[in-house]
């Protein structure tokens, strides 16, 4: 009888550990999502949202019969053992299923069971087990809180599975837009080509100016930091090549600076309002620094370059980093 007794408590302490071992799978995909997608006929996603749902039921039935088992093994203990040993007993086995209820074996042995009998352990909580939840899943919505912009963006980036790598980059682009600077995009100053207000268009410096493969150049005084005009390519096709015309008269005599500072949102909004494409960017001192033009704020925005017939390079700053006019590079030329 004695042996009977012992080999009863040792099947509740197994059973305590077992039940104690039960991991309720969770999902990533909010409620919302689920019932979206339940909404579709997508029969995965139903019944994800069943377990979603009876969730804090499955865990109200797991944890009380863990405390009903517990019990149990007490009263049982204290009964079979006597008030000293069965506590010490009692003791043992209150301290250590639950750290043997998470070791490996245990816990892969009860998620195969888990997954047999999920289904109907659910119906079961859905008819009978409803009073155990606190808070039901099943009468609200999981609200995902974002706490910042940065955490936004990692979550767009994480979402391979769900939004293309064009769509990816749209949103990216789209939420860091207003914080970027228009330095980090312009062209800058040491690849800039320009021509002086002197310089007579001949059909040999036509030649030379397409060749810079841009459609657009600052026309300069005495140097790029007093820039007079724009000039424009394609409105030189017009001219007459038989009577050679300055800079000066060909170009269009409105300039519009930018501060490099500024925002790319503010960027935009200028080249909107002043319907112009092309704007030079200066420093606080008002020196030049160099160039953007609505192009590249689009380009920044849609987070992918848009190459004409005139673009020549993709990346004008990475040209610029190569340094092609060798700028400050004299033979006794010391970086300090």
Request: charged content about 25%.
């Amino acid at each position: 009888m004695f042996i009977f007794l012992i080999v009863v408590l040792c099947i509740l302490v197994a059973l305590l550990i077992y039940v104690e071992s039960f991991i309720i799978p969770t999902t990533e995909i909010s409620v919302f999502e689920l019932e979206r997608r339940a909404a579709e006929n997508d029969h995965t996603a139903h019944t994800v949202l069943r377990r979603e749902k009876a969730s804090v039921d499955l865990l109200s039935l797991k944890h009380f019969i863990v405390v009903v088992l517990l019990l149990i093994i007490v009263v049982w203990s204290l009964a079979v053992f006597g008030w000293v040993i069965g506590s010490i007993i009692a003791l043992i086995v209150g301290l250590s299923y639950a750290p043997l209820a998470r070791t490996k074996p245990i816990t892969r042995l009860s998620s195969k069971l888990y997954s047999r009998i999920e289904r109907k352990l659910i119906a079961f909580t859905e008819r009978h087990l409803s009073f155990f939840a606190v808070i039901r899943v099943a009468n609200r919505k999981v609200v995902l809180h974002i706490g910042s912009k940065e955490e936004l963006q990692y979550l767009v980036e994480t979402s391979k599975n769900i939004l293309s790598n064009e769509e990816r980059k749209l949103i990216i682009n789209g939420l860091s837009f207003t914080d970027r600077q228009i330095r980090e995009i312009m062209t800058p100053k040491s690849v800039i080509d320009t021509v002086k207000k002197t310089e007579f268009l001949g059909p040999l410096m036509l030649d030379e100016l397409h060749k810079t493969g841009h459609s657009r150049l600052p026309v300069i005084d005495t140097d790029i930091d007093h820039i007079v005009g724009i000039l424009h390519l394609q409105g030189l096709l017009a001219l007459d090549i038989k009577r050679s015309v300055s800079a000066e008269k060909a170009m269009e005599p409105q300039v519009f600076y930018i501060r490099e500072d500024q925002t790319l949102q503010h960027a935009l909004a200028a080249f909107l309002r002043t319907r112009h494409q092309l704007f030079i960017v200066i420093n606080e001192y008002r020196e030049t620094v160099g160039l953007i033009s609505l192009e590249d704020v689009i380009e920044a925005l849609l987070g992918r370059k848009i190459v004409d017939e005139f673009d020549a390079h993709d990346d004008l700053r990475a040209v610029a980093l190569r340094n092609p006019h060798d700028n400050n590079q004299t033979k006794n030329a010391e970086d300090v």
